[in-house]
């Protein structure tokens, strides 16, 4: 069984296109056509926060692999 987590990080059964769309991270290429550059799907929303943190700075340092 799949679950979504809520704003006040509470949680109910979903499906999974539902789940699908939390805790994801993704920056695009937008010069590339849009494709993905960065992907990252996370388990709790301590790791989702901390790495959304992490992306940002990666493309704010220039998308430097050795950030990454």
Known sequence: ???Y???DK???ACT???WSEQFET???DKV???T???MRRYTTWEQAVEGHKKAVRWVRDG???ETR
């Open 5 to 7: 987590l809520n704003e």
């Open 32 to 34: 590339g056509g849009g």
């Open 63 to 65: 998308c430097n692999d």
């Open 1 to 3: 069984m799949m679950y």
């Open 26 to 28: 993704m920056v695009f």
């Open 16 to 18: 999974t296109e539902e």
């Open 10 to 12: 509470t949680y109910h």
């Open 36 to 38: 993905d550059v960065y």
